[in-house]
């Protein structure tokens, strides 16, 4: 799934084609709903394949580059912490490379929601862990990214 996440402009298609998709059936996108609960282990089963997702519930992937930034060890959500290792790499994990720089380098190539990653994140609302991130973006009240209201 790597070559997917170093492919961050097909995967922000594939994003826009979701919220349109998604988007068709706004009214019944709500919290506890049958909609939801099919949403649920599908989101788990798809995002935890290609992202490593960990069900946060505040989707931010088209903000950061189509990188989880819950797969930081330190779940920074707003750009690295002041460790990263000369190589890019994670002060925590060695071996890995830093969420953030991952983020930053795939940002700049999606021509769509690539800004964003200059945009600064709300806190995360751990609530909403477990839930649908598709069903909280279109909830009322759900605001968890800079393009939340489309
Ligand atoms: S930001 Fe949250 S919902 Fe999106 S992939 Fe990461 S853990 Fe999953």
Not at 25 to 44: D, Y
Not at 55 to 71: A, D, E, I, Y
Not at 96 to 124: D, N, T, Y
């Amino acid at each position: 799934m790597r070559f997917l996440q170093n492919h961050p402009q097909v995967l922000e298609s594939i994003y826009l084609l979701s919220l349109k998709i998604l988007g068709l059936f706004r009214s019944r996108l709500k919290p506890g709903s049958r909609f939801e609960r099919f949403l649920i282990p599908a989101e788990r089963l798809t995002k935890g394949a290609v992202f490593d997702c960990r069900m946060c519930g505040q989707c931010v992937l088209h903000s950061t580059g189509m990188t989880c930034p819950m797969t930081c060890p330190k779940n920074l959500r707003n750009g690295p912490c002041g460790g990263v290792r000369p190589n890019g790499h994670c002060e925590v994990v060695p071996d890995m490379p830093c969420v953030w720089v991952q983020a930053w380098e795939r940002s700049g190539k999606m021509p769509r929601f690539g800004s964003e990653i200059l945009h600064v994140l709300p806190p995360l609302s751990y609530d909403r862990e477990g839930s649908s991130a598709w069903v909280n973006h279109f909830s009322e009240g759900a605001k968890a990214g800079p393009h939340w209201k489309q």
